[in-house]
T-cell receptor, first 114, second 114 residues
Framework: AQSVTQPDIHITVSEGASLELRCNYS??????LFWYVQSPGQGLQLLLKYFSGDTLVQGIKGFEAEFKRSQSSFNLRKPSVHWSDAAEYFCAVGAPTNAGKSTFGDGTTLTVKP | DADVTQTPRNRITKTGKRIMLECSQTKGHDRMYWYRQDPGLGLRLIYY???????NKGEISDGYSVSRQAQAKFSLSLESAIPNQTALYFC?????????????FGPGTRLTVL
């Protein structure tokens, strides 16, 4: 079965600073990987996804993530954080052998300081 | 208009009451899901349905039931609500033709059981 770990429950960064949110997954083959963002009072919105090919994927709102098979990681990055990026971020993993279902991490809450 | 809608958005009820949360979608997707979100626990899958005649239990189905009234409608019921079911509930959809299972979320229903 697949699983996802987001080691950081809460991260605080200053506006304009760079951001990296960590995600580690467990799955025997190449998984399908996703990052979702949940703004206050909103549902989850897909930021980006990885299925195969180029290991650096670009998403919306200036986010990117890099798949590293050797580290079983799919970390989310942004070079310069904006106050509007304050939200909760979820990493999720899907798998061909578990078609139709995704497993979500526990989430990382991002606070942005002025 | 939103593609995935949930009603009500907020509900306060008392222990022992029967509650129904409704989800409707206009995305034309066959797959629908119900999750609950608790602080620090991420999203946990309650039930999912891959078409009108297909209903499956997720990881935390005890105390819940569902009904798939049509392709576009998927309702979650709490037959006898208990305070432990206080949480944020999300409905999501995905496309059967999308083997990677990107999911699209509603805005959530905040349920409080007193």
């Amino acid at each position: 079965a697949q699983s996802v770990t987001q080691p950081d429950i809460h991260i605080t960064v200053s506006e304009g600073a760079s951001l990296e949110l960590r995600c580690n997954y467990s799955y025997g083959a190449t998984p399908y990987l996703f990052w979702y963002v949940q703004s206050p009072g909103q549902g989850l919105q897909l930021l980006l996804k990885y299925f195969s090919g180029d290991t650096l994927v670009q998403g919306i709102k200036g986010f990117e993530a890099e798949f590293k098979r050797s580290q079983s990681s799919f970390n989310l990055r942004k070079p310069s954080v904006h106050w509007s990026d304050a939200a909760e971020y979820f990493c999720a993993v899907g798998a061909p052998t578990n078609a139709g279902k995704s497993t979500f991490g526990d989430g990382t809450t991002l606070t942005v300081k002025p | 208009d939103a593609d995935v809608t949930q009603t009500p958005r907020n509900r306060i009820t008392k222990t022992g009451k029967r509650i129904m949360l409704e989800c409707s979608q206009t995305k034309g997707h066959d797959r629908m899901y119900w999750y609950r979100q608790d602080p620090g626990l991420g999203l946990r899958l309650i039930y999912y349905s891959f078409d009108v005649k297909d209903i499956n239990k997720g990881e935390i189905s005890d105390g819940y039931s569902v009904s798939r009234q049509a392709q576009a409608k998927f309702s979650l019921s709490l037959e006898s609500a208990i305070p432990n079911q206080t949480a944020l509930y999300f409905c999501a959809t995905s496309d059967t033709g999308d083997s990677y299972n990107e999911q699209f979320f509603g805005p959530g229903t905040r349920l409080t059981v007193l």
